[in-house]
């Protein structure tokens, strides 16, 4: 009984102008996005393997270890997904001058807005009158005049539903996999068709709830066309409005000091507050030690007291004591402003995280949300990655660091009277920085509560839908 | 006659669910984005008098722009500071949140608002005029009258053009309103004036999409058929083409990414310390520092430009992109107008930098003045208004073509 | 004898799928007149209305409104004659007394105030408390009851009706053509098209039945006093299809 609904369903469907539409439109959108990310994926791998021998060439004449740090330094290559995924990895570089306006202005395209817009938009076009409009047309009460019940019927409404629309996804889908394939410079690792394939199954979650959606507006409405608008409306704040205000919600709740501000403490912090600080301590130690010495206090000018120094062993030995707990002083006051600077820091790094918990964990009201974090983290193109970045390049930066001193004890042993740090070496033998994604088993962990909520969804949309329909008035 | 027919489409719209649904939306988002957008600015600015310099340092900042709460666009990277220093230039509060999440939406600004969702609201208004009412059987009545097919439709065009337009204004203005009585934000006649002509481009955006909705009416017989075709024209026209010109324009205009270009500079400056401490020729390095980084800059530069005049050309295939420039263009938060900010920056660089080498004290203002309405309208502002207008008739003219053509029956 | 306010001359239409649903239909109503157009699903009776109203063209001849040809000058024409289609939804958020003010001010009757509506909703025994009530809730018959008295306020001297009582009872129906009755009293044109052929018979002037888009018999009403409509009408129902 079901599956004769079901068939119905499917093919009622697929004889519809929409579904014409809809499958011509993603069959000529998807391989061509898949096209023009490729083209442009390939564009970038050029451009990153131009800038590492130009960074080789550099290396090989003027490395040193004073300057290192701003020209050697971690950057994340071109990934295959790219080919696919954008998510955040536009590179805006707000710090450099020459920021790229256009991704603000005009944001890539990806498979992420395919999903999210095109198809959500077309389960909401397939079910919104998918029971309003049976019952105009009269062939609900038809339906409903045999032996079946509500429950079979609706629930051959969603499996006939998602299958119509799982066919042209899917097939566009396919096409581009075989460009992807034929792609003589695009290679894809196991793992890389492994996260596709975790993507595809979140669309399908992410289109048989919004299918369920449009079955439970299309069973509170009485006609078509309110139907419409109602699922329209409903969209529109899931998909436009919900994502994009929960960063800003939550910044009423959570407040954070701005990044500019910490900034200007910081500077403040270790800088005139540090030498006021630095001063008044060695002052303090000053005084202590001409307690203990009292000809310390004598003013003298520099050549006097270097000859004092030469001369006198005693007043030597007090020199060099002074000297010493002057540095201790200055120590001692850089250990303290460091520490506020770090708690200073701290502080800023906890609001702005909880401000981001929050934010992320507003946005997930919305299913695009959960289905855009899904997508990007699986494609190692979401702030999952950044994190997942900054761990390889810490790890980089105390390897790198150990070899600095290894080398510099190299340099000192060859040579004691060389200037270690503003000497040009061959840092050939350097450790390098590799980056692998982060494995997809955790990349999947990572997003195993996306997946979740969207299983949710499903089930509330459904049981709603469910429950509306039983109830629903059909004459 | 004509204004009968619009008065009834006034009356029926005040009438029905789909208006009431439409008001609603219009009045949350427009009110929500006004606050919060209001509230982003006052943030940006306070940040602003933190970085604010004195008067006679090397820094150039240019305080955020009031109209940025209606257009963001790129004022965030507009308020940047420059402190020109031996280096060159180094930009400083660049990066005003730590929460990540603000970079996976849009910002919901008014320009957001009525590029998406008032276009597609437009269109849901214009999609069934026809087809609905030859369902009905009210058309053929209609047209059994001396009334001719043209006047049925410019009198629902208008008719359903003033149900938008009058709540939009209303709802706007009265935002606008709200928002001026905070002393802190300034308006002055600048953003008076440039905010009435985003408005006016605003509503010519919204009279296009009407205007295609009923174009796709006065072509279909069903309206469950034309509601497909519209919804998937405004997705495509709304967010695929405006964003792919950019795409293709990359692949043709070969542009060093701003990664490659940040390394190269440090390169060429780590590589003249490192000579300048054997040499101790200091004024030497510096200024071939300077050299390089100039002819660097300016090679990037000029390809940027190239990039950014083709990506725009072919963006401008959807009206959409052109309403991207243009009202980002009259508020002064737009790719042109940064542009222009940065040819300043470097010209005050330029003036002040060997002084800088020299290292004295004391350094002039520097101060932005944005272009001025004629500069944008004829750097293209008046070209991507007229673009929309054409659109607006060319969608029209179809309509009428397919309305007197139209089976009644 | 006065001149027919609707004459239609040598009509013919064929479809682009080459159907030729009209095949060279001559028929006139006089002022006072009733002529009922009968036939089968598909025979041409609603082409022959959509000719007159000039919702499409026809492919020869000419339809006349008034002795205005309806192609060269529709809107001229249109002032003469007023429509009632099949099944009107009408606008459903609008009251009885709201559509019918809209659609006088389009038939060009510009200075009529409620009690003018009123009178005529009432003539057509619409209920009083229905006037003010929105059309979506009304009935079939309530309907048809509101798109006559569209026609009549728009006081036309031909009146076209599209199978105005199908779907309607009993007793609707003969009010419905009661009222038609006052109006041929009152000296409109009026064309018909029915498959109503008992009441046909009651009301009509004259009465022509198609079959696959002509003409095939026309009868008055002294000439029907002798033979038997019905009789008349299944024979050639039944009969072969006509010849090319």
Redesign the interface.
């Known amino acids: 009984m079901v599956s004769s609904i079901i068939k119905k369903e499917i093919l009622n469907n697929v004889f519809s102008l929409r579904f014409s539409v809809t499958f011509i439109l993603l069959l000529i959108v998807i391989p061509v996005m898949f096209f023009i990310l490729g083209d442009d994926y390939v564009r970038r791998v050029d451009e990153y393997s131009l800038r590492q021998s130009e960074l080789e060439n550099y290396l090989k004449n003027y490395a040193h270890f004073n300057r290192i740090g701003g020209v050697l330094y971690p950057s994340q290559p071109p990934i295959p997904m790219h080919a696919l995924v954008r998510g955040l990895s536009a590179e805006v570089n707000m710090e450099e001058f020459h920021n790229d306006p256009l991704p603000i202005m005009f944001p890539l395209i990806d498979l992420t807005l395919i999903i999210t817009v095109f198809l959500g938009l077309a389960a909401l076009l397939f079910s919104y009158d998918s029971v309003a409009g049976e019952k105009e047309d009269g062939t609900l009460k038809l339906i409903l005049s045999n032996r079946i019940s509500r429950s079979k019927v609706i629930l051959g409404k969603v499996v006939g539903g998602v299958i119509t629309l799982l066919i042209p996804f899917i097939a566009s889908l396919l096409l581009g996999m075989l460009f992807i394939l034929a792609h003589p410079r695009i290679s894809w690792s196991g793992e890389d068709w492994g996260a596709l394939g975790l993507i595809v199954f979140g669309a399908v979650l992410y289109i048989s709830l919004f299918y369920c959606l449009g079955l439970f507006i299309s069973s509170r409405h009485h006609t078509s066309s309110s139907s419409i608008m109602t699922a329209l409306f409903v969209w529109v704040l899931f998909v436009l409005v919900i994502p994009n205000l929960s960063p800003y919600a939550a910044s009423l709740v959570v407040k954070t000091p701005s990044n500019i501000k910490i900034a200007r403490e910081v500077d403040r912090l270790t800088d005139t507050e540090r030498d006021q600080l630095g001063i008044r301590l060695s002052n303090e130690r000053r005084q202590e030690m001409i307690k203990k010495y009292s000809f310390l206090a004598e003013a003298l000018t520099e050549e006097e007291r270097d000859r004092r120094i030469a001369e006198d062993p005693e007043y030597k030995q007090a020199y060099t004591e002074l000297r010493q707990e002057i540095q201790q002083a200055w120590d001692e006051a850089n250990q303290i402003q460091s520490k506020k600077v770090e708690d200073l820091r701290r502080d800023l790094e906890l609001k702005e995280s909880a401000q981001t918990r929050l934010s992320r964990s507003l946005s997930m009201i919305s299913p695009l949300s959960n289905l855009v974090y899904l997508v990007t983290d699986l494609s190692s193109t979401g702030m999952k990655n950044r994190e997942y970045f900054d761990r390889l390049r810490t790890a980089w930066y105390s390897s790198f660091g150990e070899y600095r001193e290894r080398k510099i004890d190299e340099m000192r042993r060859q040579n004691p009277a060389v200037d270690t740090w503003n000497t040009p070496v061959d840092m050939s033998d350097r450790p390098a920085f590799l980056y692998r994604e982060e494995p997809l088993a955790d990349r999947f962990k990572n997003t195993l509560v996306y997946f979740m909520i969207l299983v949710v969804f499903n089930l509330v949309f459904f049981t709603a839908a469910f429950l509306s329909f039983v109830r629903y008035d059909v004459r | 006659m004509t204004w009968n027919i619009a008065k009834k489409e006034i009356v029926s719209n005040l009438l029905s669910y789909k208006f009431f649904i439409v008001i609603l939306l219009m009045v949350i988002l427009v009110f929500t984005s006004f606050f919060i957008m209001h509230r982003d600015f006052k943030e940006r600015l306070s940040d602003y008098h933190l970085i604010k310099p004195g008067p006679e340092d090397p820094i150039a900042v240019n305080p955020p722009n009031p109209l940025s709460i209606f257009v963001k666009g790129l004022d965030e990277a507009m308020a940047r500071s420059y402190e020109i220093s031996r280096i060159g230039i180094d930009v400083k509060a660049g990066k005003q949140s730590g929460n990540i999440i603000f970079s996976y939406f849009s910002a919901p600004d008014f320009m957001y608002l009525t590029r998406v969702i008032l276009s597609l609201v437009a269109l849901l208004f214009g999609f069934d005029q026809i087809s609905r009412e030859r369902e009905k059987g009210t058309l053929k009545l209609m047209l059994s009258n001396p009334v001719s097919r043209a006047k049925v439709l410019i009198g629902k065009w208008i008719g359903n053009f003033l149900c938008l337009a009058v709540p939009f204004i209303f709802v706007t203005l009265i935002g606008f309103a709200f928002m001026n009585l905070d002393p802190g934000v300034s308006f002055e006649s600048f953003g008076l004036v440039r905010f009435g002509l985003i408005l006016l481009v605003s509503l010519i955006y919204i009279s296009l999409f009407l205007s295609l909705g009923m174009l796709i009416s006065a072509f279909s017989k069903r309206t469950a058929a034309s509601i497909v075709i519209l919804l998937f024209i405004w997705a495509i026209v709304v967010f695929i083409i405006p964003n792919l010109g950019t795409l293709v324009a990359r692949q043709i205009v070969d542009v060093p990414s701003v990664r490659a270009l940040s390394e190269k500079r440090d390169q060429i400056w780590t590589r003249e310390v490192l000579l300048g401490i054997q040499d101790r020729n200091w004024s030497d390095h510096y200024n071939r520092i300077s050299q390089e980084n100039n002819m660097l800059e300016e090679d990037y530069r000029n390809k940027f430009n190239r990039l950014i005049r083709f990506s725009k050309n072919i963006n401008r295939i959807s009206p959409v992109a052109s309403y991207i420039y243009a009202v980002s263009d009259i508020a002064g938060t737009g790719i042109g107008e940064e542009g222009s900010l940065k040819r300043e920056v470097i010209r005050y660089k330029n003036q002040i930098f060997p002084d800088v080498i020299e290292q004295k004290e004391n350094f002039p203002n520097f101060s932005y003045r944005y272009r001025s309405l004629s500069q944008v309208f004829t750097r293209g502002t008046l070209f991507d208004t007229a673009w929309l207008l054409f659109f607006n008739i060319l969608f029209f003219a179809l309509s009428y073509l397919g309305m007197v053509r139209y089976d009644v029956r | 004898m006065e001149k027919p306010i609707l004459k239609a001359h040598d009509l013919s239409k064929r479809y682009e799928d080459g159907v030729l649903a009209l095949d060279h239909l001559n028929l006139d109503v006089r002022p006072g007149e009733v002529f009922c157009l009968l036939g089968a699903n598909g025979a041409g009776k609603?082409t022959t209305i959509?000719l007159f109203?000039n919702?499409?063209p026809p492919t020869t001849g000419t339809c006349f409104i008034n002795g205005i040809d309806v192609t060269k000058d529709p809107?001229?024409a249109?002032?003469y004659?007023?429509?009632v289609?099949?099944?009107?939804?009408?606008?459903?958020?609008?009251t009885a007394r709201?559509n019918l003010d809209?659609?006088a001010?389009?038939?060009?009757r510009e200075n009529l105030d409620k009690e003018d509506y009123h009178q005529v909703m009432r003539r057509v025994s619409l209920q009083e408390k229905a006037f003010e009530q929105r059309v979506k809730n009304f009935s079939k018959g309530m309907r048809q009851k509101l798109g006559i008295s569209?026609a009549i306020i728009?006081d036309a001297p031909a009146i076209?009706l599209d199978e105005p009582t199908s779907g309607l009872d009993p007793k609707a129906a003969s009010e419905f053509l009661e009222i038609l009755g006052e109006l041929k009293q009152e000296g409109k044109a009026i064309l018909m098209s029915t498959h109503d052929i008992f009441r046909a018979k009651d009301i009509a002037d004259r009465v022509g039945i198609m079959k696959e888009g002509r003409l095939v018999l026309e009868r008055t009403r002294e000439e029907l006093q002798y033979e038997d409509l019905v009789k008349i009408y299944i024979d050639y129902m039944r009969a072969e299809p006509l010849a090319l």
């Open positions: 609603t959509n109203l919702f499409i809107l001229e249109k002032k004659v007023a429509f289609s099949e099944n009107v939804m009408l606008y459903g958020n609008f709201q809209f659609f001010k389009l038939g060009g569209i728009k076209l």
